[in-house]
């Protein structure tokens, strides 16, 4: 019994800390302001090291956008993010916890996200995000057609 939950454990910790970072993945971090062209380095699809989840982003001037294709059944909401130089910061709203959204770039199509707070920080998922981080990789460009398009199933 202790194994399972552990693995339950390790698992749903992975995940929440997937969901919590990667909704916010709005991509366009090296944007500059007032650029309206989406910057090549970051527009695409990108999926959470590990995991399913897919998303696509696309981006307007210091604005991000993020759409979920692949959700593995996970209903959230996030705002529009912002574009700071090399990182961007969003919030990302999971089953009654709201959680504000570091995402930083890295080098080879690569993003590194993360939750800088998360309220109510009782909320077993503000427990589980603490201190963790989800990699993200861009698989594809934004325009892009995949087959779990639009899917929120495994």
């Known amino acids: 019994?202790?194994?399972?939950?552990?693995?339950?454990?390790?698992?749903?910790?992975?995940?929440?800390?997937?969901?919590?970072?990667?909704?916010?993945?709005?991509?366009?971090?090296?944007?500059q302001p007032g650029s309206a062209q989406p910057s090549p380095q970051w527009s695409g699809i990108w999926n959470a090291e590990g995991s399913l989840i897919t998303l696509r982003v696309t981006?307007?001037?210091?604005?991000?956008?993020?759409?979920?294709?692949?959700?593995?059944?996970?209903?959230w909401r996030n705002s529009i993010g912002e574009i700071r130089g090399?990182?961007?910061?969003?919030?990302?709203?999971?089953?009654?916890?709201?959680?504000?959204?570091?995402?930083q770039l890295g080098d080879d199509n690569t993003a590194m996200v993360r939750a800088l707070s998360c309220q109510p920080d009782y909320h077993v998922v503000c427990a589980l995000v603490q201190n963790q981080q989800a990699l993200f990789r861009r698989?594809?460009?934004?325009?892009?057609q995949t087959s779990a398009a639009g899917s929120t199933a495994n």
């Open 1 to 31: 019994m202790q194994i399972q939950v552990e693995k339950f454990t390790r698992l749903l910790t992975r995940t929440t800390g997937v969901m919590a970072v990667a909704l916010g993945l709005p991509a366009q971090l090296l944007a």
């Open 59 to 75: 981006h307007q001037n210091d604005q991000l956008n993020v759409e979920p294709l692949v959700t593995m059944g996970y209903e």
């Open 86 to 103: 090399n990182s961007a910061t969003l919030d990302v709203e999971y089953q009654g916890v709201v959680a504000r959204v570091l995402v």
């Open 139 to 144: 698989t594809g460009a934004a325009n892009a």
